[in-house]
Every structure is written in C-alpha cells, then in structure tokens.
C-alpha cells in the first residue's frame, strides 16, 4: 500500500490522499458493523448508546491508526517531492545525492511507522 501511495502521488499529485480516504472508509464500516452487533436499542437513548460505541470503537483503531496514516501521509509526501525533483531536473546537477538520501530517509522513515503500527495492531488485542 505503500508503494502504491508513492506511485499514485508520483503520478497524480493527490493520489495517495485517496489511499488515505479508502483506509478512513474500512474503519467507518468496520465500526458500523462492530455497533450494530452490539446495540440492540431503540428510542431516543439509542443516539446515545451508539455514540457512545462507535467513539469506543474508534478509539480501539486510534493507536495502530495514527501510524499507519502518518505513514501513507509521508508516502503521498516523497511520491510528489520525488515527481517535483524529477521534473525540475534535479536528479541531473549535483545536488542529486542529496535529493536522493533525503527521500530515502524519509521512506525509511514511512516504514518504520508501518512497523511501529503493525506491531501495535497485532499485540493491542492481547
């Protein structure tokens, strides 16, 4: 995912924001279905029963949630400043290593935000 967030933002300056927004929409839906298998009320409590499990379902998905789309974010980042740098013609002065280290200190950057949210997701629930 990504690599795909690179290569949409490379080739279409947003397009790992859409990455972004899919994700967003999983969770949606996956907290819809986690309140409706749990809320069987009726009445005007019911806003507030629902309110009050979707905000806890939300927080469940928060931790591991705040990395993985900080790492999407800084993909959509190095795939547009990469794309800008190819363009501008900077990969041909000297300053080509410089461009070149710094966005590979940013991708290690991204994945290493994957990881840190990867281990969070799989050691929450235990």
Known sequence: ????????????????????????????????????????VTGISASFVIAKHGFIGFLGFLPHGFFEVLAYFIASVIGAVFARDLFKGVFSTP????????????????????IIGALIETTYFF
């Open 95 to 114: 300053f080509k290593w410089h461009a070149s280290r710094d966005l590979f200190y940013w991708f290690l950057l991204t994945l290493l935000c994957l």
């Open 1 to 40: 995912m990504v690599f795909a967030a690179i290569v949409l933002s490379f080739f279409y300056g947003a397009g790992g924001l859409f990455l972004i927004a899919w994700n967003a929409s999983l969770l949606a839906v996956i907290i819809i279905n986690y309140i409706t298998s749990i809320v069987n």
